[in-house]
């Protein structure tokens, strides 16, 4: 277990010895990883490899039976989504991840609004988050959807590009992804891309749940392959072939050793 | 061919948004035409009159339905709201009217938290809940005075359901304050924006960190607090403790509501629709007793009109006849 990406000092986060259980059923066992800093990871494995575990435990959602989690060289245990945002650690849903009935700028501040007058009163300053919106959004997006419109009216990919770009916008260091582009074609799928590869260039970190190799091998440069809940290896992208990821995630023998 | 076709589908798509105020001036119009009793002053005062209870009660059921839910308890706690006040003040005389007030709106924010404790923190569906909570509430009340009525509420309290100030009905004066407070806290405060978010989508509400509980809880305890403001208004016009009173209005809330076009899957509606759809039905029962129809087609109109309403708003959706 002396992993490039587990020993590299540069890593955002690191995890290890991390367990849970869901009564008898073992979800994560013993897993240890890290994630580099500033790089595009993907985590892959099959359906109930506890990818989507592993993720919740880092988002706060669900806490680990044992096991630490080091964030930036800190030692945390996030117990809500909340605390886990405020630290830095965003995540972004296939779905649910937007109110369809309100519009882009009060998606983006949802949670967050902006109010002005009397302090008890919280009255919605509805001019400062629009302008600060568009700001917001052309950060990472070239196409900026109206920020008047409500969500629903736009297609899916616009949606995930502003729930992308929201999480990006909002300071966070780790931005965490499950599954972000299943449900779009393949023009919004790039659209989708070119957002998360802004995030990069900005000096973010992402890690994406997905189960398209060549989506993987398209934008990540290094992929974590969990196996029924242990953490069986990473890869550097460059160096490792799809064939061989698909070994690790089956479990058939692995032909290389680790990098 | 083609600017027309656009210029049609904009009147379409005005029509769409404004069905139910094109509707409604239609309809006065219409009455102003045909009677020469609609237009005068001692009917529109009729009108608001009649329609201020129901109005105010309406006003907390649109934060119910934009929320996603709806409350049916309402009527019931109208009549707690009259009972409890209006005992109160018989009981205690004059002393007792600033008691009655206090004690109809403590008895009826306790109902308003029990819809909202069951449906926010239990998790019980909002028809089962507030189905209940409207039974009991009523069953509470008939034990509670043998389901008879008492009289004798200090003669001063009838001010507040038969008086006027500049010639306005109280109960229209007291229904346009909660209207423009509601609406404004609906559409302008943080807390109303919340409810548009819970009633869109609750789980990415939560997701960003909203106390979603909580706003659920607030939205029931405010629809009792409406109630009971209109309990308290009912006992100026009655001078007396109610049992049987307001039977039914939570359904003509919910409708005029609806009608005021706020679906009832949550997360859309305005408050201004409220108040057309309130007026709305409550013009057409007006005008239905101006033509001389027997009372029993009311309900008949009404449920028509609902329907006519959610049709026209599905159709104009869909965008025409075409693409159905």
């Known amino acids: 277990m002396t992993d490039a990406a587990e020993s590299a000092p540069e890593a955002i986060l690191r995890a290890r010895g991390i367990n849970k259980n869901f009564g008898a059923v073992v979800a994560l066992e013993n897993v240890s990883f890290a994630i580099p800093k500033g790089e595009i990871i993907g985590l892959v494995g099959d359906n109930g490899a506890g990818k989507s575990t592993l993720v919740k435990i880092i988002s706060g959602v669900l806490t680990p039976d044992s096991g630490m989690i080091e964030f930036e060289g800190k030692q945390v245990m996030f117990a809500s989504p909340a605390e886990a945002r405020a630290g830095g650690i965003e995540t972004v849903y296939q779905d649910l991840a937007l109110a369809p009935n309100l519009a882009v ?113 398209r934008i990540t440069s290094g992929v974590w392959v969990l196996r029924r809940g242990r953490a069986i290896g990473y890869r550097e992208t460059a160096r490792t072939r799809p064939e061989e990821i698909v070994l690790m995630i089956t479990g058939a023998p692995t032909i290389a050793g680790t990098g | 061919m083609a600017p027309a076709k656009g210029r049609w589908s904009k009147a379409t798509a005005f029509a769409g948004r404004n069905g139910v105020l094109i509707a409604f001036v239609l309809l006065v119009a219409f009455m102003v035409g045909t009677t020469s009793t609609f237009g005068t002053y001692q009917n529109l005062i009729n009108v608001l009159q009649q329609n201020s209870i129901i109005g105010i009660i309406a006003c907390g059921m649109t934060f119910a339905i934009v929320l996603g839910g709806f409350d049916l308890s309402v009527g019931s706690v109208t009549a707690l709201a009259s009972v409890v006040g209006a005992t109160l003040m018989i009981d205690l005389g004059t002393v007792g009217i600033p008691i009655g007030i206090v004690g109809a709106l403590a008895a009826c924010l306790i109902v308003g938290a029990a819809n909202g404790w069951l449906i926010a923190w239990l998790g019980v569906n909002p028809f089962v809940a507030t189905l209940g909570t409207m039974t009991v509430v009523r069953g509470l ?3 509670a005075t043998n389901a008879s009525p008492r009289f004798g509420v200090p003669y001063a309290f009838t001010t507040v359901g038969l008086g006027r100030l500049f010639g306005i009905p109280n109960p229209a004066l007291i229904f346009l304050v909660v209207a423009l407070l509601l609406g404004f806290v609906l559409h302008r405060t943080r807390f109303g924006h919340y409810v548009y978010a819970v009633g869109g989508n609750p789980a990415a509400s939560a997701r960003m960190g909203l106390k979603v509980a909580r706003v659920r809880f607030a939205v029931y305890v405010l629809a009792s607090g409406c109630a009971a403001v209109s309990g308290i208004i009912l006992i100026g016009q ?25 679906p009832l899957g949550g997360g859309r509606g305005r408050m201004a629709g409220t108040i057309v759809g309130v007026f709305l039905l409550g013009v057409v029962a007006n005008g239905l007793n101006l033509f001389g129809v027997s009372p029993f087609w009311q309900p008949v109109a009404t449920g028509l009109i609902l329907i006519a309403a959610v049709a026209f708003d599905g159709f104009s959706k869909r965008g025409g006849f075409s693409s159905g």
């Open chain 2, 238 to 262: 009655t001078a007396s403790a109610t049992p049987q009173a307001a039977l039914g209005y939570e359904l003509t809330a919910i409708a005029a509501v609806i009608v005021g076009g706020a």
């Open chain 1, 105 to 217: 700028w009060a998606n983006v501040y949802l949670g967050r609004e902006l109010t002005r007058g009397p302090k008890m009163m919280h009255v919605l300053d509805k001019r400062a988050m629009v302008a600060n919106t568009d700001k917001m959004l052309k950060r990472f997006i070239r196409n900026v959807p109206p920020i008047d419109e409500s969500v629903e009216l736009l297609s899916g990919g616009q949606r995930q590009v502003v729930a992308i770009a929201r999480a990006g916008a909002w300071g966070s260091k780790l931005i965490l992804m499950d599954e972000p582009t299943a449900a779009l074609g393949v023009a919004e799928t790039k659209a989708v891309e070119e957002v998360i590869f802004e995030l990069k260039r900005q000096g973010l970190t992402v890690l994406i749940i997905s189960h398209n190799l060549d989506q993987i091998f």
């Open chain 2, 141 to 143: 009340i008939y034990v």
